[in-house]
């Protein structure tokens, strides 16, 4: 059968008005017109579909079943619509995000939650990666966006700041490093180390620069959480580095001394990144601008 949608819509009109009449006012079509599209409907299905008696038609057995799956046709395209619509307004959809450990564990949190809580058919699948990281999969277009540090170059990027979270060292009271004044990344490394598991961003990032400066931090013992972290510190089991805003959140139930370090990587502000506003997609737009970004523009690295 060749039948398209205009077809169905006409037929259903006529069937719910009983009267090929009633169903070409609905369907907006002049009477003859309706009256040769349905004997072509008629003809391309090979069957009666409906009875002409004196007050009206009524459907056939063989009508009965067109009318149903039509209904069932149409219901589907509605469906189908409604969707694509939610796409294109950004209201369904995954959005893949990545994220460096700073902004997953502090920053993303309370921003998403209300976020998504408000729009149940968005998911979002957040990807835990090194600044430097986010910054490659955004460029080569395995994520769309990210958040990530200004600290790491980024080019060909669009780099929207959103929250200040510089890195500090904590100590435990009493420790020679907590007596005051600014210290720098190279005073950490003949320290014993509290570390995060591996795979952390935050931990790759913090390995990485000590590779830089040809050592290798002195593990203690490494802790699945920042919680951990702080705790097994403010108990005098060695130092760390995590953001400041850690330190100020487990300050008081695990008390340590704050040292800031002057090392450019670890003063830092967490960034939006995306390559193009324009080619972004509506889901991943209405995410942006919801954490903070201009809809257009940024700084470009």
Known sequence: ??????????????????????????????????????????????????????RGVVTTEAGEALAHHARLILKQRELMQGELQDFAA?????????????????FLPRKLAPWLAARPRLNIDVKERTSAEVAKAVATGLAESGVM????????????????????????AGHRLARGGTRVFADVLNEPYVGLTPGSALQDQ??????????????????????????????????????????????????????????????????????????????????LLHLGALPVGGTST
């Open 1 to 54: 059968m060749r039948l398209d949608l205009a077809d169905l819509r006409l037929f259903l009109n006529i069937v719910d008005a009983g009267s090929i009449t009633q169903g070409a006012v609905r369907a907006n079509l002049a009477l003859a017109s309706a009256s040769e599209r349905l004997r072509n409907i008629e003809d391309d299905a090979g069957v009666r579909l409906l009875e002409r008696r004196h």
């Open 90 to 106: 950004g209201s369904r959809g995954t959005i893949r995000l990545y994220a460096n450990t700073a902004a997953l564990t502090e």
């Open 149 to 172: 540090s200004n600290a790491v170059d980024a080019p060909g990027l669009q780099l929207q700041p959103v929250v200040t979270d510089h890195l500090v060292l904590i100590a435990p």
């Open 206 to 287: 913090v390995d990485e620069h000590a590779r830089n400066a040809g050592r290798l931090m002195r593990f203690r013992i490494r802790m699945n959480t920042f919680g951990g972290v702080c705790e097994m510190v403010s108990q005098g089991v060695g130092v760390s580095i995590v953001p400041a805003s850690i330190a100020k959140r487990y300050g008081r139930q695990h008390p340590c001394r704050k040292v800031v370090l002057s090392d450019s990587w670890c003063r830092r502000r967490l960034c939006l990144c995306f390559r193009d506003w324009k080619l972004l997609s509506a889901p991943t737009r209405a995410l």
